[in-house]
């Protein structure tokens, strides 16, 4: 123990020494020498410390760090008091300009059971006082407002504390409106709810809009009515529900609620009144009405409760009761119009609802309501608006209705001023008339229409019909249609009816210069029902005494269609059948079958033939499917009716017992009939019967051979399709290579179909009509099947040793063709390489037999 003090005692003179020699106002020694002091173990005294600490300051009174030192060494030591050493630290040397030195004393305070709320109070002025303002929320504000929010905390100085610090900050309100909620301050949250509110620079520093600072004043005012203090609680809330917003609706039965829950039922009914009248749109309009019909039903069932009870003698309630059940009543009656008029808020040109308003207005109250509901509405639309003339007729036919013609008719006049060029207007205001009996009057107004609306076909249609029913064809009638072509606004029906007009009235000539000029005002399709009808009345007038004029109407028609009408040349087929001559009539259906479009040429083409078997007979009739069923004209007919006229030419040959004609037709159109289809199965199922009543074995099996070939054809180019199809999604080639390859493909069905599918030429086995016994020394005519059909193999079944019979040797038979035969039919026969090529034909089955017979022998 005596060396531990000893050197000790050493120690200290050491650093004793050195303050003398660096003299003491040196602040790193100071420091060192109190490291040493705190680190040393053998000091147990805290006065030699706190001596030291005094010293130092002594000297270094305005020393920051010596000061935080002192401090926190003794609040950790607990050696010293406390509150005066802060007090010298922050009257000593500046200390007070140091926030550090303020929070550290303030929090000391704050923890410190034995202080009380004044002294920690004064002690927070102090900091504010002596500290810079831009300090204030960064150190002491924070501390501050803890300690007025801490429940020991009296509420008058917590109050104090927030209304200080929100002058210097109002953005943080809604802290204070906590506060005041968490203490029950309801008034005072309201009126800095209010406030927020109220301010359109106010900016939400938790980020809550507008709406929710209003519903979170609602819920304040409606569930504490009583303690809003001087808050001006409706004029606040109105100012929330006077923008069309929303919560407007909300904050109405708020307000309501307010009165309500403070007795005000007189107030509250208004309230519900004046929303009802002001919100913008159905959702709140919805929300108003059922809270406004529960709050009468709650005060009718409280009257009744009450008349129940002791109150059943007192007049008063019962006309209370009385007042309340019929504003129920007429609450809900009036429902629709109050809807109306919320909807009509939101858009005031809504021309629909308008008039719904005024459909309403006469049936909920009456016509007098109906009318101000008109007037109100022609003021307020604007006349832009599409429909706005529908008021004006409204308006104008409500008089109408009540038996008021002379009011409707100054309606209409009025109406007609504001929109002098809508023949809708017009045509109602005529049409009034008419109803009224006063034809004279619609007549004339009908004429000032036209003069308004010049562009107007309904308006002249009116005239025109208004003016024949009054006076007939006369000049007028002759001048409203004139009128009507002069501004082009005819259609063909125009044109038409004027037309019967003249007719009616036998000006025939008249009528067809009108037939005329509409056939060349429009190009078909549109003139077409003015020429068939122009057409039809001439033939009908005149019949056969104007043939050539007739013609050239015919001619000019069909030019006019660019000679693809098909009814045209049936109707001038039909008559030349009746003035004319039989060729003329072949040539009119020729020349249609060979321009008309593939849809109507099968028709054409069958008129053609009945019209051929009466004029020519049998003959002709073959000539007609002939050409039909190889393509001509040029532009054929569909394969669908190709089919069909097989078919048909089947059975005509059929009919005329020339089976063989028959089964070769019916083998050129198998081409173009699809097995898998089912037109194309019909087609198979009439030559299966042909050949069940007409065939044999072979001609039977012939018809599946060849039903067999077309069915692997159309497998083939719908796979083929498939393919493409698939090869062009997956590599995604749109452009020129698809298209190559589609033609590539069309081109290769095309080759496989031959004749028969694409161009409908001749194939084997058919013989023409005009064929018949060209070579009397045969006998009659060969089949061309059996001139050359190269599925056929001739083999003389009649040589049993193998011999060529029929043919000498060294050469074919007269008239017999040989052909090149593959070399793969050949196998192992085939011609090995470096042979001699001096004769590289191949010669026949026959030959070879015959060689080979030699070579044995």
Known sequence: MASESAATTTSLREWESELERVGPYHLKTWIKYLDHLEGSSSISSSSVIAETFDRALGHLPGSYKLWRRYLRWAQSTQTQDDESLFSRCLSTGGMHKYPVIWTTYLRHLAQTPTTTITTLRRTFDRALRSLPVTQHSRHVWPLYLDFAQHRATPTPTSLRVYRRYLKLHPTHKEEFVEFCRSRGLHAEACAALAECVGDPNFVSLRGKTRHQLWLELVELVTRHPDATGDLNVPAVLRRGASPAGLLSGRLYVALADYYIRRSHFALARDTYAEALGRVASVRDFSLVFDAYAQFLESLISALLARDGGEGQDDPGAAEDLDLLMEVLESLVHRRPLLLNACLLRQNVNSVHEWLKRAKLAEELESPESAARVFAEAVKTVKTSTSGYHRLWVGFALLYESNSA????????????????????????????????????????????????????????????????????????????????????????????????????????????????????????????????????????????????????????????????????????????????????????????????????????????????????????????????????????????????????????????????????????????????????????????????????????????????????????????????????????????????????????????????????????????????????????????????????????????????????????????????????????????????????????????????????E
């Open 405 to 856: 013609a002379e009011d409707c008719g100054r309606i209409f006049e009025r109406a007609v001023v504001a929109l002098p060029s809508c023949d809708a207007l017009w045509l109602a205001y005529a049409e009034a008339e008419i109803r009224a009996g006063r034809h004279a009057e619609a007549l004339a107004v009908l004429r000032r229409a036209a003069s308004s609306c010049p562009k107007s076909l309904s308006v002249h249609a009116l005239l025109a019909d208004l003016t024949e029913s009054l006076s007939g064809l006369g000049d007028d009638l002759r001048g409203v249609y004139a009128a009507m072509i002069d501004r082009k606004i005819a259609t063909p029906q125009t044109f038409l009816n004027y037309a019967a007009i003249l007719e009616e009235h036998r000006y025939f000539e008249d009528a067809f210069r009108v037939y005329e000029t509409g056939c060349h005002a429009f190009r078909p399709p549109h003139a077409s029902p003015i020429w068939r009808t122009y057409l039809a009345k001439f033939v009908g007038r005149y019949a056969g005494k104007k043939v050539e004029r007739a013609r050239d109407l015919f001619r000019s028609a069909i030019a006019e269609h660019d000679h693809r009408d098909a009814g045209l040349y049936e109707q001038y087929a039909s008559f030349e059948e009746a003035h004319g001559l039989a060729k003329n009539v072949m040539a009119i259906y020729d020349a249609g079958v060979r321009s008309c479009g593939p849809g109507d040429k099968l028709a054409l083409l069958e008129s053609w033939v009945s019209k051929a078997k009466a004029f020519y007979g049998v003959s002709r009739m073959r000539q007609i499917y002939q050409a039909a069923v190889e393509g001509e004209p040029p532009e054929g007919l569909r394969d669908a009716d190709v089919r069909d006229v097989c078919l048909r030419y089947a059975r005509l040959e059929r009919g005329l017992g020339e089976v063989d004609r028959a089964r070769a037709i019916l083998r050129h159109g198998s081409q173009l009939a699809n097995p898998k289809d089912p037109s194309g199965r019909a087609y198979w199922d009439e030559w299966n019967k042909f050949e069940v009543d007409h065939g044999n074995e072979d001609t039977f099996r012939e018809m599946l051979r060849i039903k067999r070939s077309v069915l692997a054809f159309y497998s083939q180019a719908n796979q083929h399709a498939t393919t493409a199809a698939a090869a062009a999604a997956a590599t995604g080639e749109r452009g020129g290579a698809a298209a190559d390859e589609m033609a590539a493909l069309e081109a290769e069905v095309e080759g496989q179909n031959g004749a028969a599918a694409g161009d409908q030429a001749r194939i084997p086995g058919f013989v023409k009509a005009e064929t018949i016994n060209n070579n009397p020394d045969e006998g009659g005519a060969v089949g061309a099947e059996e001139q050359n059909n190269p599925e056929d193999i001739d083999l003389d079944l009649d040589d049993d040793d193998g011999g060529d019979a029929g043919v000498e040797e060294g050469g074919g038979e007269e008239g017999v063709r040989q052909k090149a035969i593959p070399e793969g039919v050949f196998g192992s026969l085939k011609r090995k390489e470096g042979a001699s090529d001096e004769k590289p034909t191949f010669v026949g089955a026959a030959e070879r037999f015959k060689r080979a017979r030699q070579g044995g």
